[in-house]
């Protein structure tokens, strides 16, 4: 059983247009769906459509609809009331795949709250093969949520305690290593942004650019406690890095039509991989297999193991990088 927490879960509004967006104008949308969504919402609904056991933990009253959106999608979950809604988040889908995210802060989420969706993932992650902590953390909720609840799980459960991957950006990512190893998880999965920021290693299209510079600025992670970092780089695939070595993965050539939910697809495919039993490679396989299959897909629609095409991933090795010196 694979357990998520989503603390920013939100409703996805897509709005498709025929024609490019026009600032400042007035256009008429093609089409308006919605969808229970957030990162960790995402990667459960994922994970169940290639045949795992999950549960996806969440703040949310019940008739949110959200949390309505899940029960109708049949989505193992546990909502806890907050008394407020949850937030919705914007994408504009231009007709050439471009897709413009606007994203709302989320509902103010107190002490009491957070605690009892603490005990609510304790509780759902007993006994679990994974946790998987993913998405913004929203107003209330400090930075180093993440990297205290890591110490918490392993602390708390003990040897019961899951492998935990986090998916998170800016501080509260930065903060699960500034906690020193009880709050490093088994697995994190930057974007190139993500990772250039950590690491101070260029920009992210640098670093898309470059999946050596990628691999090496990854690894640096690992060194820095990281279990392994499965780092996505958009259209350019992915490398993961752990202490066994590191990998670099690319995808034939796909159409893109939405990019939402690509990230959470790739994590999920790795998670897939991994519960099949496969090795460091397979898992980076099945991530890019995934993701690319995400936006292929429109909106926040997440992939089935139908949708994807792990024969048009490519996975090298990449080559040890010289030692470095200075900052993880
Ligand atoms: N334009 C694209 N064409 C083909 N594949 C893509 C493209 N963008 C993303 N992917 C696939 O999706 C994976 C994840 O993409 P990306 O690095 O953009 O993640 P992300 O920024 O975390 O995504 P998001 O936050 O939108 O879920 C990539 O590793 C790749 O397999
Ligand atoms: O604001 P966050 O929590 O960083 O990201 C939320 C979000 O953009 O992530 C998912 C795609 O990865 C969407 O379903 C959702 O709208």
């Not at 913004?136 to 708390?156: H, K, M, N, Q």
């Not at 994190?188 to 101070?200: C, D, F, M, Q, S």
Request: charged share 15%; with cysteine.
């Amino acid at each position: 059983m694979i357990a998520t927490l989503t603390m920013n879960p939100s409703m996805d509004r897509t709005i498709e247009l025929d024609a490019p967006l026009q600032r400042g104008g007035v256009q008429r949308a093609l089409s308006l769906t919605s969808q229970a969504a957030g990162k960790g919402v995402n990667v459960a609904r994922a994970l169940a459509s290639g045949g795992l056991r999950t549960l996806a933990v969440l703040p949310g009253d019940p008739h949110d609809p959200v949390v309505l959106g899940l029960a109708d999608g049949n989505l193992p979950h546990v909502a806890l009331p907050i008394g407020q809604p949850l937030r919705s988040n914007l994408t504009l889908a231009e007709a050439d795949g471009t897709t413009t995210k606007v994203n709302a802060p989320g509902p103010l989420l107190d002490a009491g709250h957070q605690r009892a969706l603490v005990e609510a993932v304790l509780a759902a992650a007993d006994g679990a093969s994974w946790l998987v902590l993913a998405g913004s953390l929203p107003p209330g909720v400090a930075p180093g949520f993440y990297a205290g609840l890591v110490a918490e799980v392993r602390d708390r459960l003990g040897a019961r305690a899951p492998r935990i991957a986090v998916d998170t950006s800016g501080e509260p990512l930065a903060a699960l290593f500034a906690a020193g190893p009880a709050g490093t998880p088994d697995l994190i999965k930057p974007n190139a942004e993500e990772l250039a920021e950590l690491t101070g290693e260029g920009t992210g299209p640098e670093l898309e650019a470059d999946h050596e510079r990628a691999g090496a600025a990854a690894l640096r992670l690992v060194e820095a406690g990281a279990g392994a970092v499965l780092a996505t780089l958009g259209s350019k695939g992915a490398v993961l890095a752990s202490a066994a070595g590191s990998w670099h993965a690319t995808h034939d050539p796909v159409t893109a039509r939405s990019t939402v939910g690509a990230g959470d697809s790739a994590l999920a495919g790795y998670l897939l991989a991994d519960a099949a039993g496969g090795g460091p490679a397979d898992c980076l396989r099945q991530a890019v297999a995934h993701g690319s299959a995400a936006v292929a897909l429109p909106g926040s629609t997440i992939p089935a193991p139908e949708h994807t095409n792990p024969r048009a991933v490519t996975v090298a090795a990449l080559p040890a990088p010289l030692p470095t010196e200075g900052k993880p």
